[in-house]
């Protein structure tokens, strides 16, 4: 049995060898399928993994108390959609000063401006700067880290200190010459001291999330004074298990503060973390479903070509097979012969197409600031696919060429 096997696979490599030029087609058009496949599988879980790694950052035991909810922003421009009140000053303050609940830590926060230039003596940024105003737990509850100098600190907060903290886009440009820290920026007009640079955090939504200034809440407040301020209050438990019970005492605090009564619908939002990972991993889902649609389509047609180019194969061999059938050659064999031939172009497709794939996904990756890793299971899939592609495409040229009459298969011209 194995020396039939290894005898077909010689001839089927004679065979692919004799036709290099039809050979390399079709591999190439099966590698498309399994390159659009397994390329863009490779990308959605590397963002799967960085969702995943930001999250875990960010701590599974945070919510936020904001206008609307994500249900809420979606429909907030509809007719029949409720119109929520801002969140004040007053209000958000208040709340960070009555809510007790254990192990817990509250941060206000506001987008100040968008669009700003900055400046660092004849230096300027683009107008596209965001300036966040915000107290000295924003960054630890959002997740974001420094990588050089501080944070914020209490007394930066309650002293209105003229300090920032600011994204890694400013030490590559305005400070790539020197240490950042310490170093004097200019937020229309104002003087602040840089004390901190953000690690790295790339774009999300299309906004860069490097390109923000974070200052005190209160400069930002008399910088930036304008009606109809929107706050938003974040706040991050310690402890875990906790998070329910803590947005319960939350809910019932801020209604109090909005003075609702038992009979009034909240007013405002929450939105848990765990709720944001759970809807960004089912778009990653959603993403998963129209890769395998994309890459099976795509398949399709190369199986189809696969299948004529063995058809075309079987009928320029039609003597040859006579041949091997009147030399005693059984139509198993004959029948192995083709099916081991277009088993091995698949499989040489599949290769081609996943190491296009993991490369595209790799470029990719590093080009949006992915946690690229080897997708084994999109590697797995490619070669699953393949074979049963060339299984599903061999079966019928090789039933074919098994049922070749050997007298007919010998006159051929």
């Not at 997740?143 to 994204?167: A, M, P």
């Not at 200019?186 to 923000?212: A, C, H, M, P, W």
């Not at 299948?307 to 029948?335: D, H, Q, W, Y």
Request: a positive charge; proline letters at 2%; one cysteine or more.
């Amino acid at each position: 049995m194995w020396k039939i096997a290894l005898e077909n696979t010689k001839i089927a490599i004679m065979s692919i060898r004799s036709q290099l030029l039809r050979t390399c087609i079709t591999v190439f058009i099966i590698a498309i399928g399994i390159w659009a496949l397994v390329g863009i599988l490779s990308v959605v879980s590397a963002l799967r993994n960085t969702i995943l790694e930001d999250f875990s950052s960010m701590g599974a035991n945070t919510f936020s108390i904001s206008q609307y909810d994500m249900a809420g922003k979606m429909a907030k421009n509809k007719s029949t959609a409720k119109s929520n009140p801002i969140i004040t000053y007053d209000q958000a303050r208040k709340f960070k000063e009555e809510y007790q609940y254990p192990f817990s830590v509250t941060s206000l926060s506001f987008t100040a401006a968008t669009n700003i230039e900055v400046k660092k003596d004849e230096v300027k940024t683009d107008p596209e700067i965001s300036i966040i105003g915000c107290d000295e737990n924003y960054l630890p509850n959002s997740g974001l880290k420094v990588e050089q100098g501080r944070n914020l600190s209490y007394t930066d907060i309650k002293n209105d200190h003229y300090v920032c903290v600011v994204g890694s886009d400013f030490s590559k440009k305005m400070f790539k010459d020197y240490n950042p820290i310490n170093q004097i920026i200019s937020i229309r007009g104002y003087k602040f001291k840089v004390i901190g640079i953000l690690k790295e955090q790339g774009s999300t939504f299309g906004n860069n999330e490097d390109q923000r200034v974070f200052i005190p809440i209160q400069i930002a407040r008399s910088i930036f004074n304008a009606a109809d301020i929107n706050y938003t209050i974040k706040v991050s438990i310690m402890q875990e298990g906790h998070l329910n019970t803590s947005i319960d005492q939350a809910i019932i605090d801020f209604r109090n503060i909005r003075r609702l009564t038992p009979a009034h619908t909240s007013d405002f939002g929450i939105e848990r973390s765990d709720d944001m990972l759970r809807s960004m991993i089912k778009q990653t889902e959603m993403l998963n479903l129209a890769a395998w649609l994309i890459g099976l389509i795509t398949i399709l047609g190369s199986s189809i070509a696969l299948m004529n180019i063995m058809l075309v194969s079987v009928t320029e061999r039609t003597r040859e097979i006579g041949v091997r059938k009147a030399l005693g050659a059984k139509r198993k064999t004959i029948a192995q012969q083709f099916f081991t031939e277009t088993v091995i172009i698949g499989q040489l497709g599949g290769i081609l197409g996943t190491v296009l794939g993991i490369l595209t996904a790799y470029g990719l990756s590093s080009l949006m600031h992915f946690t690229f890793t080897i997708p084994w299971s999109a590697i797995l899939s490619a070669f699953i696919t393949t074979f049963i592609v060339a299984v599903l495409s061999g079966l019928y040229p090789a039933l074919k060429a098994s049922k070749l009459d050997p007298v007919e298969a010998l006159r051929y011209e």
